[in-house]
Structure formats: structure tokens, C-alpha cells
């Protein structure tokens, strides 16, 4: 994909959780572009003839592998790792599952389903049956460098290094600041997605295996708290032209005022189009955003849910 690029890593290179004690698939200097070969989520598990019941069969000691670690040479505790996100180059063939057990909803929706995806890599938007279409967005889920504290740390929580951040905005284009809290930072990067909501409700998003180009500076001694990044311009441009449908929660638990958002958005949706509300859920958490919309009225916040209208048009 990136001809210009100084090495592939391939995604027979990967590992599960991160652990500084990882030895480097390879070593580069400040300024090098790479392309990284990122499985989906599933680790491969899910294909283009998947089912249902492949859900419930999964290795989810096999979910989230990352590509790398790599070893960005200078890099020192106190540093910040800046991530030029440049390209990515997706597949073709996604998926979106509602898991048991695992997402916003987990209590109201405890039976599997899938939703398998197929869209065209020139990125034009994804079909969902005959309810509408998903405009697609491919961003790294899974994002970061080693943590300091020794031992394996599970991939599943995002972390002040990064990790599963299942940022949408980590797109092409983007610059990601990360800490670097071990030598040689030991990045990875993988659980690449074709499209996501932001909040990824129902715990996936359209999970897809991509390339992803990137590229490496330092700054020495910033000292960042936690992760940042700057966008090259509008974050929401492919869903904003046609408005959006809003549901809101209020009340004073920010997680239950979410869940109540997409819990009506949900209804709502099922009602208009007649879908089974499994798949309004699934379609809520590839499309639509969570936003908090007020948090300083005490004591009630107001969470919003919002539907992009597009998908429908």
C-alpha cells in the first residue's frame, strides 16, 4: 500500500494485552513510516460465511491482537509519541456482533446476533440490509505503548498510554500525542474498524481487518497526562448533511442517562423502520453518538443520543 514506506510489519506479528517486556518486531528512529498489517478484533475468527452461533465459539483469549510492539529509537519516559496517522487500506468484509454479557445494553438484549458487512474498499458507504447505509470512517480501535507497571495488562480498557481507546476520530489525517512511559515507547496498534458511533454502544463496531500506515516523531520531556490529538478539520462531515434524530437520558448517573438515550433511540428506530430492535442496536453502535450535553446543572446531567439521518437517505 504505502510505497514510500521504510518497512512492513506483518500481522503474523502480534500479541495479546500489553507487557514491556515484549521483545520489538523491529526498531526504527524518529521520522520512519510503516505500514501495519492489523487483524479485526476477532483475530480472524469471524468470516464472510460466519454465523450466529460462531459468536458463542470464539477464543476470546484470541480478541484484540495489536501489530508490533515497535521500538521508536530516543524514546524515554516523559516523552510523548506523536502517531501521524496517514492511511488506511481496508478489506472489504466486515462484521458487527451484539455479544452477551458485553455492551450499553447487555441487560435488554441477551441473545447473540451479527450483522455481516460487505462494502466496497473505495470507501463507499456499507449496505445494512434494507434499512439504509452506514457512511464508512476506518480508524484504529486499539491504539498505544507499553504501560511501566511490569507483567501483562489486558487490552480491554483504555489506558493513560493508550490502548482500547475506540477513538472514531483517530482517522487518516490525524496526529495522536501518546505518554511514553517505557524506552523505546514498544507501540502497537490494531482492532481496526471500518465505521464506529461514538460510545460503540453495543461493545463493536463494523470490526474489519486494514492496513494502516503511520509515522513517528518525538517531542522530549512533554510530560502529557494522558493521550491527545488534533484532527485536520471536521470530525462529522460524512454524517452531517442530512441532521440527525436526538433521544436524551437525564438524571443524575451519567452512565444510566446514556442508557436511557440509546435505549429510546433504539425504540424509536425499531418503530420507524421496523427492524428488530437487536439490529436498531447494532445500527446505533456503528452510527449514531453519544454526546454529553450538559453536566454542570446539578443534581441531573443530560446525556443525548444522536442518529444521523444519512443512514436512511
Not at 240 to 263: K, P
Request: net charge negative.
Amino acid at each position: 500500500m504505502c510505497r514510500d514506506c521504510s518497512y512492513t510489519i506483518h500481522r503474523s506479528n502480534h500479541h495479546f494485552g500489553w507487557n514491556n517486556a515484549f521483545a520489538p518486531v523491529k526498531t526504527i528512529t524518529p521520522g520512519e513510516r510503516l505500514t501495519f498489517e492489523c487483524q479485526d478484533s476477532s483475530g480472524g475468527q469471524m468470516t464472510p460465511t460466519s454465523v450466529v452461533a460462531d459468536i458463542g465459539a470464539m477464543d476470546f483469549g484470541k480478541i484484540n491482537p495489536v501489530t508490533g510492539p515497535v521500538y521508536i529509537d530516543g524514546a524515554e519516559p516523559g516523552d510523548a509519541l506523536v502517531v501521524h496517522i496517514e492511511e488506511f487500506d481496508p478489506c472489504g468484509f466486515g462484521w458487527t456482533a451484539n455479544i452477551p454479557g458485553f455492551g450499553l445494553l447487555a441487560d435488554q438484549f441477551t441473545e447473540p446476533a451479527l450483522k455481516l458487512w460487505s462494502y466496497d474498499k473505495s470507501l463507499a458507504p456499507a449496505a445494512w440490509s434494507p434499512h439504509g447505509k452506514v457512511p464508512l470512517k476506518p480508524f484504529a480501535g486499539t491504539i498505544g505503548v507499553a504501560p511501566a507497571a511490569p507483567g501483562l495488562h489486558s487490552v480491554v480498557p483504555p489506558r493513560r498510554v493508550g490502548g482500547n481507546l475506540d477513538i472514531r476520530d483517530l482517522a487518516a489525517g490525524t496526529t495522536l500525542y501518546l505518554p511514553v512511559e517505557v524506552a523505546g515507547a514498544l507501540f502497537s496498534v490494531g482492532d481496526t474498524h471500518a465505521a464506529q458511533g461514538d460510545g460503540e454502544v453495543c461493545g463493536t463496531a463494523i470490526e474489519s481487518r486494514m492496513d494502516v500506515t503511520l509515522s513517528f516523531d518525538l517531542i522530549k520531556g512533554a510530560n502529557l497526562r494522558t493521550p491527545r490529538f488534533s484532527t485536520p478539520g471536521p470530525v462529522t462531515r460524512h454524517l452531517d448533511v442530512a441532521g440527525y434524530e436526538v433521544t436524551t437520558g437525564i438524571g443524575s448517573d451519567l452512565f444510566e442517562a446514556a442508557r436511557h438515550a440509546v435505549a429510546d433511540m433504539v425504540e424509536l428506530l425499531a418503530k420507524r423502520t421496523g427492524m428488530a430492535a437487536v439490529d436498531a442496536y447494532m445500527l446505533c453502535s456503528v452510527a449514531g453518538d453519544l454526546r454529553i450535553s450538559e453536566i454542570v446543572d446539578q443534581p441531573n446531567w443530560v446525556v443525548s443520543f444522536y442518529f444521523p439521518n444519512i443512514v436512511f437517505n
